[in-house]
């Protein structure tokens, strides 16, 4: 028991970045813009999280620059395929690639240092419930935050005239602009809700998963979440859901170490990777209705008057 | 007010000058980041390009880091031209250098002409039975080929260092993780005498010349070229899109692959953990700058393989950290893919009256 619960309250730790940046991912694409950029961003705001916060010496001021840096990275993105309508694909691997090679420039210097990363932050009554307590109400802000946003997105989606109108956007944009709906407005906002997302994702990892600042350290995280998206058929709920197990899939190793199961430690690194290509061949079984999610409009560039 | 406006008809002048100018916006953004670093920036500049290949070693050099980037962007240009987006030319390059390593180090006291080949064929057959993998899922599962591709990648380095810590560690290696070292007959000849550059080059610059005459003259090329354009069309005509994918899968495999082993066989001698500094994600941006084109990947390959000895020149003369290889690389395919975009807009200078984005029925796709 002691073990489960151990074992489930590191599920959550390891699910939360990838909760964050697919949250994020998801609004984007429900929008109808496919940003293959998320693992540049989430290293931009791991590198500016743990930057500011080691200058400042507060977390948040860390967490709100990794939020803005996030963002801003996102607005290169917008300008080249939202604006000058350019191929989203190559865009993204553009902002992936650029966000790559800038982070790692500006963290050169940081490379070891560490700091005080968040710290777990009991909930009062709710905590001293057997398991659940451990599990989801005995963790650091971050993950209360995304468990926020979470709730949020999915009412926001679901329950609100907004919701409503970047779902229009992302099916139809023509007939959304029709209906005299900004779709350029809406398609920038949505895309730097999804930089927010993945800066603050990034964030999570240099400032509460390991408090440090390392190259690459996202580990294709933001690749998991962007086939994580897809396997959730675009839904809140099923992003949640997908996010722990992946998380489960990335702390597996640790667990049957734990329990003196000898195996390497290159091979068992390789399973959050083998599940989300498992993941995919799974969804393919359907693939009538994974296109039945799709919102119609996703990966193609919108041009007013076309 | 200046105003963007879709050109009636792509401009071919831009699709040329478009890396030109985005390798000039590179410099100049590289001349005030030096500025703002509190650098000598014309100093800089000439430590990144010029002083690497001042000298015939500097030359043979970058020869070196130009075959493998070259094999990469070779494969990668049929996958682009039919519009598949394989990202996996990393994890090819990594599997073409384990099957490599693995068949030299069983043939690590044979001797002989033909040992050599056997182990670049070793290396070539694993990366393409890896790049299969992505193909099948791709045409059989119908998973997007992007996602798969990345997967792979990182499964391919942790097969590859699970081998060098584990079966293929050689035992009197003082514990490094490392193979033993490969027999002299597996070692890939010098192309010029007394200096590192190999034949893996020339395996770079033949690929290039197959290329070009796959499109120029073949109808596979053709083919390719219009699953990309109008999968629509090929289909009509009778083009068998799954075919031509497994086919460009298979060469990006194979070429990436020999990359892979010719490294491992040329300079470095052994398999060791960092075989490649990224030489299959830097292939990408090779093939983009290069235009899709024989002649412009060639071009586009000495100029990156430049950054990297440019990033190792800079940490050694003026202490910055090498990832500026990296920062350099991906300013220059944001700045590539920003110009890009004009070659199907312009900029026009109109009065306020007229305001608005006018458009012009398109040509090509973007």
Redesign the interface.
């Known amino acids: 028991m002691e073990l489960l619960t151990n074992v489930l309250a590191a599920t959550v730790v390891a699910g939360t970045p990838l909760l964050l940046v697919a949250l994020g991912e998801l609004v984007c694409e429900r929008s109808g813009v496919l940003n293959?950029g998320q693992e540049g961003m989430m290293l931009m705001g791991a590198v500016a999280g743990f930057i500011a916060a080691q200058a400042s010496g507060s977390l948040a001021v860390g967490v709100f620059a990794a939020i803005l840096t996030g963002i801003a990275m996102s607005m290169?993105f917008a300008?080249?395929a939202v604006?000058?309508?350019?191929?989203q694909?190559?865009?993204g691997?553009?902002?992936t690639?650029?966000?790559?090679?800038?982070s790692?420039?500006v963290g050169?210097?940081f490379v070891g240092h560490s700091i005080d990363g968040f710290g777990k932050l009991a909930i009062p009554l709710l905590s001293d419930l057997p398991v659940i307590g451990k599990v989801l109400f005995t963790q650091d802000l971050l993950v209360y935050l995304s468990l926020i946003l979470f709730v949020s997105v999915l009412l926001f989606l679901s329950r609100t005239r907004g919701g409503l109108l970047l779902r229009a956007v992302g099916e139809s944009p023509h007939a959304a602009n029709a209906n005299g709906l900004k779709v350029m407005t809406v398609r920038y906002l949505a895309v730097a809700f999804g930089g927010g997302m993945a800066g603050l994702a990034g964030a999570y990892l240099s400032l509460a998963y390991t408090p440090m600042w390392t190259?690459g350290m996202t580990?294709?995280r933001g690749?998991?979440a962007?086939?994580l998206v897809?396997f959730a058929s675009w839904r809140p709920e099923r992003v949640l859901l997908g996010a722990y197990l992946f998380g489960a899939a990335s702390i597996l190793h640790l667990v049957l170490q734990g329990l003196g199961w000898k195996s390497?430690t290159?091979?068992l690194?390789?399973l959050p990777?083998?599940v989300?290509?498992l993941m995919?061949?799974l969804?393919?079984w359907h693939?009538a209705r994974t296109r039945l999610n799709t919102p119609l409009s996703l990966g193609q560039?919108y041009?007013?008057?076309? | 007010m200046l105003l963007?406006e879709?050109r009636p008809v792509a401009s071919p002048v831009m699709r040329w000058a478009s890396p030109l100018l985005a390798l000039l916006l590179t410099v100049v953004t590289g001349f005030f980041l030096f500025l703002a670093m509190g650098r000598d920036p014309l100093a800089g500049l000439k430590f990144f390009f010029v002083t690497p290949v001042s000298d015939v070693q500097g030359l043979a050099e970058l020869g070196l880091k130009m075959a493998p980037l070259l094999l990469c962007a070779a494969g990668l240009t049929l996958c682009y031209r039919a519009k598949l987006?394989n990202?996996g030319a990393e994890g090819h390059f990594l599997m073409g250098a384990l099957g490599a390593s693995i068949m030299a180090v069983q043939l690590v006291d044979a001797q002989g002409p033909w040992v050599l080949p056997l182990v670049l064929l070793a290396g070539m057959a694993a990366a393409a039975a890896w790049a299969a993998i992505a193909a099948a899922?791709k045409t059989h599962?119908?998973?997007?080929e992007?996602?798969?591709t990345?997967?792979?990648n990182?499964?391919a380095l942790?097969?590859l260092?699970?081998t060098v810590?584990?079966p293929l560690k050689d035992p009197y290696g003082f514990g490094f993780p490392q193979s033993v070292m490969f027999g002299d007959s597996a070692l890939l000849p010098a192309l010029v005498p007394g200096t590192r550059l190999h034949l893996g080059l020339a395996f770079g610059l033949l690929a290039a010349l197959a290329v070009w005459a796959l499109f120029a003259r073949s109808f596979v090329g053709f083919q390719l070229n219009v699953v990309g354009e109008d999968p629509r069309a090929a289909a009509f005509a009778g083009f068998g899109a799954r075919r031509l994918t497994w086919f460009a899968f298979l060469v990006a495999g194979a070429l990436a692959g020999l990359a892979g082993a010719s490294e491992v066989t040329g300079p470095i001698g052994q398999l060791v953990p960092q075989v490649s500094p990224g030489y299959g994600?830097t292939a990408?941006?090779v093939v983009?700058l290069g235009r899709m084109h024989a002649l412009g990947i060639v071009a586009a390959s000495a100029l990156l393989a430049l950054t990297f000895l440019g990033g190792e020149m800079l940490q050694i003369a003026m202490n910055l950290?090498?990832?500026?290889?990296?920062?350099?690389?991906?300013?220059l395919?944001?700045f590539?893919?920003?110009c890009?975009?004009f070659i199907?807009?312009r900029l026009r200078w109109r009065g306020p009256a007229t305001a608005g984005?006018?458009?012009v029925a398109?040509a090509g796709e973007?």
């Open positions: 293959l290169l300008l080249m604006t000058l309508a350019a191929n694909y190559a865009a691997l553009a902002l690639i650029f966000g790559t090679g800038l790692a420039f050169a210097g190259e580990a294709g690749w998991i962007l086939a897809v390497s290159e091979l690194a390789m990777y083998v989300t290509i995919l061949v969804l393919s693939p560039p041009r007013p008057g076309r | 963007l879709r987006w990202i899922l599962l119908n998973c997007n992007i996602l798969t990345i997967m792979l990182y499964i942790n097969l260092l699970y810590h584990g994600y990408i941006i983009f950290p090498k990832a500026v290889t990296g920062l350099f690389q991906g300013l395919l944001f590539l893919l920003t890009d975009a199907h807009y984005v006018r458009s398109p973007a």
